[in-house]
T-cell receptor
Framework: AQTVTQSQPEMSVQEAETVTLSCTYDTSESNYYLFWYKQPPSRQMILVIRQEAYKQQNATENRFSVNFQKAAKSFSLKISDSQLGDTAMYFCAFMKLLTGNQFYFGTGTSLTVIP | DAGVTQSPTHLIKTRGQQVTLRCSPK?????VSWYQQALGQGPQFIFQ???????QRGNFPDRFSGHQFPNYSSELNVNALLLGDSALYLC???????????????FGSGTRLTVV
């Protein structure tokens, strides 16, 4: 079974500052994908960034980057130059690589960007 | 290009009743997945439909059933509603042959179901 744990229910950051959201996971799979999704008040889940477990290089998408530690089963999200529009729930998620057809989500971190 | 459309956006039902939620997938997608997101929780996988058949199911009772139509749209049915069924129900569509390792999934904005 796959489990995803987010231990920070709520976080806040000053506009233009940097914040890191934490995620750990547990799996016996060796090949998988990890994701960070954003859920704003509109409720639609929006993909922020994806990491393939077989790639050692950490994924980066503009202001968003991850720190992927496979041995530690850790997958944190760093948001640089935080913007008011970053205020949302953030979910860490796991998907198996080859037979993946479902996401396993964590419980989420509510991020508030303070002007 | 239309994204995933879910209807209705909000719904209030009485315990013991039955409810049907609807999802129209993104244009070009052929697979629909349903998730339940209880308050303060992450989404949990209910089931996935492809070619009008249930491909995989999560840990949900038989009260939860679904259907996919030839135009790829889908319905989620819940019978004998319980108070604990109150949640946001999300639909996600994808293309089975090319799910894009997660890139290929598009989520709708969900249906908020309240059971009283």
């Amino acid at each position: 079974a796959q489990t995803v744990t987010q231990s920070q229910p709520e976080m806040s950051v000053q506009e233009a500052e940097t914040v890191t959201l934490s995620c750990t996971y547990d799996t016996s799979e060796s090949n998988y994908y990890l994701f960070w999704y954003k859920q704003p008040p509109s409720r639609q889940m929006i993909l922020v960034i994806r990491q393939e477990a077989y790639k050692q290089q950490n994924a980066t998408e503009n202001r968003f980057s991850v720190n992927f530690q496979k041995a530690a089963k850790s997958f944190s999200l760093k948001i640089s130059d935080s913007q008011l529009g970053d205020t949302a729930m953030y979910f860490c998620a796991f998907m198996k690589l080859l037979t993946g057809n479902q996401f396993y989500f964590g419980t989420g971190t509510s991020l508030t960007v303070i002007p | 290009d239309a994204g995933v459309t879910q209807s209705p956006t909000h719904l209030i039902k009485t315990r013991g009743q039955q409810v049907t939620l609807r999802c129209s997938p993104k244009s070009g997608h052929d697979t629909v997945s349903w998730y339940q997101q209880a308050l303060g929780q992450g989404p949990q996988f209910i089931f996935q439909y492809y070619e009008e058949e249930e491909r995989q199911r999560g840990n949900f009772p038989d009260r939860f059933s679904g259907h996919q139509f030839p135009n790829y749209s889908s319905e989620l049915n819940v019978n004998a509603l319980l108070l604990g069924d109150s949640a946001l129900y999300l639909c996600a569509s994808s293309l089975l042959r090319d799910p894009g390792g997660g890139y290929g999934y598009t989520f709708g904005s969900g249906t908020r179901l309240t059971v009283v």
